[in-house]
């Protein structure tokens, strides 16, 4: 046997053994890229909450527990009602931990689903939903909350304004206003009940086209027997006039 002969196959059980230490201490690891790791949970039940007129204010938390730099291509929420705040050129860094912010304008209903999507740019899987669940209430509350009149060429523009409380006997007995050339009806003045709607009429004085101020309702509610509503009546007039 030639000595070539002897040499080979003692090469190749080298070569294994070098190939399997390689494979166990991790040294032929094939990179993991960036990978998105949620920290807050698929669905956060957020309990009671009273509504106040300011929004509510949660955080998604993530991590990327990748070995390579995270970007979110895409952040999303399916209502307008729930904003969410991120900077899409943001990177995160590996084992780095970030928070996406999300805002929640809510109105007193028995229960509220918001769900917010995440996308994650290289990351496998690289979709995420994030849902937020609740009840929302509220001593008494109005809708709109802000309220705006559109005002278009000289017509004049009816709107309504409603009234919740969480007290069966409650009642509005009073509306004025700062504004000029608005006026005000309440539906069923006498009715006393958890609802309650007031119409508005506005009309155009043929000054500013804009106008800023508040109406002002008197209410049977300990706590809220005067409520400041703002108001902005926006004219619009053709051309030339």
């Known amino acids: 046997m030639r000595k070539n002969d002897t040499l080979i196959p003692g090469c190749?059980?080298?070569?294994?053994?070098?190939?399997?230490?390689?494979?166990?201490?991790?040294?032929?690891?094939?990179?993991?890229?960036?990978?998105?790791?949620?920290?807050?949970?698929?669905?956060?039940?957020?309990?009671?909450?009273?509504?106040?007129?300011?929004?509510?204010?949660?955080?998604?938390?993530?991590?990327?527990?990748?070995?390579?730099?995270l970007k979110l291509k895409g952040v999303r929420s399916d209502c307008a009602c729930a904003p969410v705040e991120w900077d899409l050129s943001r990177v995160i860094r590996p084992g780095e931990e970030a928070e996406i912010g999300v805002s929640f304008e809510l109105e007193p209903v028995a229960r509220f689903k918001r769900t917010v999507i995440v996308w994650a740019e290289g990351a496998e899987p690289n979709m995420f939903a994030f849902h937020f669940v609740g009840s929302a209430y509220a001593d008494l509350y109005w809708q709109p909350q802000h309220l705006t009149v559109f005002v278009e060429n000289g017509a004049e523009r009816k709107t309504s304004l409603r009234l919740f409380s969480k007290e069966p006997g409650f009642k509005a007995s009073a509306v004025y206003s700062d504004l000029e050339n608005v006026e005000f009806a309440i539906?069923?003045?006498?009715?006393?009940?958890?609802?309650?709607?007031?119409?508005?009429?506005?009309?155009?004085t043929g000054g500013s086209l804009s106008r800023r101020g508040k109406i002002v309702v008197t209410t049977n509610m300990e706590g809220f027997e005067k409520l400041e509503i703002p108001v902005l009546i926006r004219e619009s007039r053709a051309s030339g006039v």
């Open 187 to 204: 539906r069923d003045p006498e009715k006393e009940g958890r609802e309650q709607s007031i119409d508005i009429t506005a009309g155009a």
């Open 12 to 69: 190749l059980y080298r070569l294994g053994l070098l190939i399997l230490t390689c494979m166990l201490l991790g040294g032929c690891r094939r990179e993991r890229g960036p990978v998105f790791e949620p920290v807050t949970e698929a669905v956060t039940e957020l309990g009671q909450i009273k509504v106040s007129g300011k929004p509510c204010v949660r955080n998604i938390r993530f991590r990327n527990s990748g070995d390579a730099p």
